[in-house]
């Protein structure tokens, strides 16, 4: 790098991953191709059994070992990086060229963490339905939650809550918008959801659904506020036009929420006793 390129702020992007040897080349290669130069590459790895570690390390990562879930992980990695601005990434995600960019342009104008869109790409209907339903989700802060920080605030609102997993995406946010203001950018991170099943995606939401408790005590009055009910939403009702279009996938939408909620009801109950 050239000396004007050392000079802007180092952005650390911190990757947790478990057995993510399929993906993490994908998610590297898009980092290292971003346009913004000033960039390092963190792995927080769960003890994976594949060849995680050594991909990470083949790319110049640098890789720690730390569990039991990656809330955790997240937290050491930050805890570990050296930036002025942290990208938090999952190893199946891949980043559009400008995103560190533009994240980076926001955040020395004052902003505290960005929203980078995200568009879910996979194989099969539920991968369909996934997409479909991301899609909806395109401009609504209650739902979409920020991945980029300013380290200093993400450390003063005390970083991830490690007894959530799921909700710990919105629950940080909550509190660093309390310190500065956010904001978003134009440029998408891919979600590569690979081929989805039903009954994997609603497990998932289960699992999810047993540190739920941690998550509404701590938030009630967001959770139960009308902008967090699922049918009045505007980013919701808003797309009610699109069962024109594809009817099958829509209903599959609905399908796939009732299924989901119940589910991630059933795991909060489970998890609060």
């Known amino acids: 790098m050239t000396s004007k390129e050392i000079s802007k702020p180092l952005v650390s992007t911190i990757i947790s991953t478990k057995n993510e040897g399929f993906n993490l080349t994908r998610l590297i290669t898009s980092i290292k191709s971003q346009t913004y130069p000033n960039i390092e590459i963190v792995v927080v790895d769960n003890h994976s059994s594949d060849k995680t570690v050594n991909i990470a390390r083949k790319f110049g990562a640098r890789v720690y070992i730390r569990g039991p879930e990656r809330s955790a992980q997240r937290n050491y990695g930050v805890i570990k990086s050296q930036g002025?601005?942290?990208?938090?990434?999952?190893?199946?995600?891949?980043?559009?060229?400008?995103?560190?960019?533009?994240?980076?342009?926001?955040?020395?104008?004052?902003?505290?963490?960005?929203?980078?869109?995200?568009?879910?790409?996979?194989?099969?209907?539920?991968?369909?339905?996934?997409?479909?339903?991301?899609?909806?989700?395109?401009?609504?802060?209650?739902?979409?939650?920020?991945?980029?920080?300013?380290?200093?605030?993400?450390?003063?609102?005390?970083?991830?809550d490690e007894s959530i997993t799921g909700p710990e995406d919105w629950d940080l946010p909550l509190r660093t918008r309390k310190l500065a203001p956010h904001g978003r950018i134009k440029s998408f991170i891919i979600h590569h959801e690979g081929r989805q099943y039903f009954w994997k995606m609603v497990?998932?939401?289960?699992?999810?659904?047993?540190?739920?408790?941690?998550?509404?005590?701590?938030?009630?009055?967001?959770?139960?506020?009308?902008?967090?009910?699922?049918?009045?939403?505007?980013?919701?009702?808003?797309?009610?036009?699109?069962?024109?279009?594809?009817?099958?996938?829509?209903?599959?939408?609905?399908?796939?929420?009732?299924?989901?909620?119940?589910?991630?009801?059933?795991?909060?109950?489970?998890?609060?006793?």
């Open 84 to 160: 002025k601005y942290v990208l938090i990434l999952d190893a199946d995600m891949e980043l559009t060229p400008n995103v560190i960019a533009q994240c980076v342009k926001l955040g020395e104008s004052g902003l505290g963490g960005m929203i980078i869109p995200e568009k879910s790409v996979g194989e099969g209907f539920w991968a369909a339905v996934k997409s479909e339903e991301r899609s909806w989700y395109l401009g609504d802060d209650s739902i979409e939650a920020e991945r980029f920080f300013n380290k200093a605030i993400l450390l003063a609102a005390g970083g991830y």
């Open 203 to 273: 497990k998932k939401k289960y699992y999810y659904g047993l540190s739920l408790a941690n998550y509404v005590r701590k938030n009630d009055r967001h959770i139960f506020s009308s902008q967090q009910i699922y049918f009045l939403r505007p980013s919701v009702i808003g797309h009610t036009y699109r069962i024109f279009f594809n009817p099958i996938v829509y209903i599959g939408v609905w399908i796939l929420f009732f299924a989901q909620t119940l589910a991630g009801v059933l795991g909060y109950l489970r998890g609060k006793t």
